[in-house]
Nanobody, 124 residues
Framework: QVQLVESGGGLVQAGGSLRLSCAASGRTFSRYGMGWFRQVPGKEREFVARISSNGGRITYADSVKGRFTVSRDNAKSTMYLQMNSLKPEDTAVYYC?????????????????WGQGTQVTVSS
C-alpha cells in the first residue's frame, strides 16, 4: 500500500513557475514507476509526465515538453514536477500516481495508487 500526497499548487501568472511535490508513504517508493496527470472539470484526465523507478526513463506529453521537468528523490520518497513558462491552458488539478511497474506508464489505467490532487491555476 502506498499513500501519495501532492503539494505545491497555487495561483500563478502566465509565464511563471511552480514546483509540485508528491510525497509517498512506505519504504518501497523506489520500486514504483511514477506519473503526473492533470484534469480539467468536464474533461478526461490527461497524462503529463512519467518517470521510471530509478529516474532513467522519462516521458512527457507534447503539450508540456520543454517547459516541465519531472524528477524524483528516492531517499526522500518524493517526486517533483517543475513547471516553467506556465500557460492558462495548464490550469488543472494535478495528480501524482504510482505504478507497480518499474517504468511507469502514460496510461492512467496502469497506475495502482493516486493522490488527492493539487490545484494549479494560471492567470492570463
Amino acid at each position: 500500500q502506498v499513500q501519495l500526497v501532492e503539494s505545491g499548487g497555487g495561483l500563478v501568472q502566465a509565464g511563471g513557475s511552480l514546483r509540485l511535490s508528491c510525497a509517498a508513504s512506505g519504504r518501497t517508493f523506489s520500486r514504483y514507476g511514477m506519473g503526473w496527470f492533470r484534469q480539467v472539470p468536464g474533461k478526461e484526465r490527461e497524462f503529463v509526465a512519467r518517470i521510471s523507478s530509478n529516474g532513467g526513463r522519462i516521458t512527457y506529453a507534447d503539450s508540456v515538453k520543454g517547459r516541465f521537468t519531472v524528477s524524483r528523490d528516492n531517499a526522500k520518497s518524493t517526486m517533483y514536477l517543475q513547471m516553467n513558462s506556465l500557460k492558462p491552458e495548464d490550469t488543472a488539478v494535478y495528480y501524482c500516481a504510482a505504478d507497480r511497474d518499474l517504468y511507469g506508464s502514460i496510461l492512467q489505467r496502469d497506475y495502482d495508487y493516486w493522490g488527492q490532487g493539487t490545484q494549479v491555476t494560471v492567470s492570463s
